[in-house]
C-alpha cells in the first residue's frame, strides 16, 4: 500500500526566502513520486515527478525535489519564493504497478511581501 | 488551461437527491480518472476509465457510478446524496494508462448538497 504524508498543512514564507515543503511517502514497492500545484479555483497541474534515475529531479517554476530513499521523503523547494507561487501544494506516490495516485493532504503556501 | 472540461461548475442540491457531473478529456486523451476533494478527506480518487472500459477503482462509494461513453467523454453519477458529499471533484485526463503518464485535470465541479 502507498501513502504519502505532508508536515504542515500551512507554510508561510517572505518573498525571496527559500520554499520548504515537507513529503514523506510509504510504499511497498519502488515508488513513483509526484507534486502537484493548485492555484485557487483551478485544477491541479504537474509540476514535477520522480519515477527512475537521478533522485534531484527539476520542474516548473524554478521547483525542485530530491528522492532520499533513506528518509523515505520527497521534499519540494525552491530556493526564493515568488508571490505567483501562493497556491497549495500536494504530494502524491503512485506504485509502478497501478494507475493510481495517493495524494497527501496538501500544504498551503502563502507568500508574504 | 489544461483542455480538460468539466460541467457543471457548481451545483447545489438537496440531500438524497441524485446528480451528474459531466467530463470532457483532452482532445486525444483516451484515460479519464475522478477524483473527490473534501477539508476533511483531502483528494481521493475514486474511478479510471480507459477507452470505455473501467480500469481502476479507488475509494468510490457503492452510491457512486461512472461511465465513459464512445465519444470518450464521462459522467459521474452520484445519488442518494449525503451531507458528506459536498466536495470539489475533479476529472483528468492522459492519454493512455499507467503512472508515467502525466494526468491533466479539469477545473472541478463545486457540489453542494443542503
Known amino acids: 500500500a502507498q501513502s504519502v504524508t505532508q508536515l504542515g498543512s500551512h507554510v508561510s514564507v517572505s518573498e525571496g526566502a527559500l520554499v520548504l515543503l515537507r513529503c514523506n511517502y510509504s510504499?511497498?514497492?519502488?515508488?513513483?513520486l509526484f507534486w502537484y500545484v493548485q492555484y485557487p479555483n483551478q485544477g491541479l497541474q504537474l509540476l514535477l515527478k520522480y519515477t527512475t534515475g537521478a533522485t534531484l529531479v527539476k520542474g516548473i517554476n524554478g521547483f525542485e525535489a530530491e528522492f532520499k530513499k533513506s528518509e523515505t521523503s520527497f521534499h519540494l523547494t525552491k530556493p526564493s519564493a515568488h508571490m505567483s507561487d501562493a497556491a497549495e501544494y500536494f504530494c502524491?506516490?503512485?506504485?509502478?504497478?497501478?494507475?493510481?495516485?495517493?495524494f497527501g493532504t496538501g500544504t498551503s503556501l502563502t507568500v508574504i511581501p | 488551461d489544461s483542455g480538460v472540461t468539466q460541467t457543471p461548475k457548481h451545483l447545489i442540491t438537496a440531500t438524497g437527491q441524485r446528480v451528474t457531473l459531466r467530463c470532457s478529456p483532452r482532445?486525444?486523451?483516451?484515460?479519464v480518472y475522478w477524483y473527490q476533494q473534501s477539508l476533511d478527506q483531502g483528494l481521493q480518487f475514486l474511478i479510471q476509465?480507459?477507452?470505455?472500459?473501467?480500469?481502476a477503482k479507488g475509494n468510490i462509494l457503492e452510491r457512486f457510478s461512472a461511465q465513459q461513453f464512445p465519444d470518450l467523454h464521462s459522467e459521474l453519477n452520484l445519488s442518494s446524496l449525503e451531507l458528506g458529499d459536498s466536495a470539489l471533484y475533479f476529472c483528468a485526463s492522459s492519454v493512455d494508462t499507467g503512472v508515467l503518464v502525466e494526468q491533466f485535470f479539469g477545473p472541478g465541479t463545486r457540489l453542494t448538497v443542503l
Open positions: 476509465y480507459y477507452n470505455g472500459e473501467e480500469r
Open positions: 510504499s511497498s514497492v519502488p515508488p513513483y
Open positions: 482532445s486525444g486523451d483516451l484515460s
Open positions: 502524491a506516490v503512485s506504485g509502478n504497478t497501478g494507475n493510481q495516485f495517493y
